[in-house]
Nanobody, 114 residues
Framework: VQLQASGGGLVQPGGSLRLSCAAS????????MGWYRQAPGKQRELVAN???????VYGDSVKGRFTISRDNAKNTVYLQMNSLKPEDTAVYYC?????????WGQGTQVTVSS
């Protein structure tokens, strides 16, 4: 499985960004997809996981601001980030999990600063 994340960048506080993660593999629809982030000097933390639209988990710090979704026809998972704060600054990683195996993408930098 290969994961290719994109969409990071520099945004002002209060702004929005949309991250995308394209995955290879034929079992995408059965795979738990997620976004994690790691800020300098901090541990990697969960942002959001999705299996289906009815099976989503968000990290406490992003609830109500971020939305995870997936398009199984495109083997892609998205993260819509609204009302961004400076503390959202981190490298964001895409992760897939299926059958006890996990895979990580290369990470995309998100910087929230004025």
């Amino acid at each position: 499985v290969q994961l290719q994340a994109s969409g990071g960048g520099l945004v002002q506080p209060g702004g929005s960004l949309r991250l995308s993660c394209a995955a290879s593999g034929s079992i995408f629809s059965s795979t738990v997809m997620g976004w994690y982030r790691q800020a300098p000097g901090k541990q990697r933390e969960l942002v959001a996981n999705i299996l289906t639209r009815d099976d989503i988990v968000y990290g406490d710090s992003v609830k109500g601001r971020f939305t995870i979704s997936r398009d199984n026809a495109k083997n892609t998972v998205y993260l819509q980030m609204n009302s961004l704060k400076p503390e959202d600054t981190a490298v964001y990683y895409c992760r897939s999990y299926y059958g006890g195996f996990e895979y990580w993408g290369q990470g995309t930098q998100v910087t929230v600063s004025s």
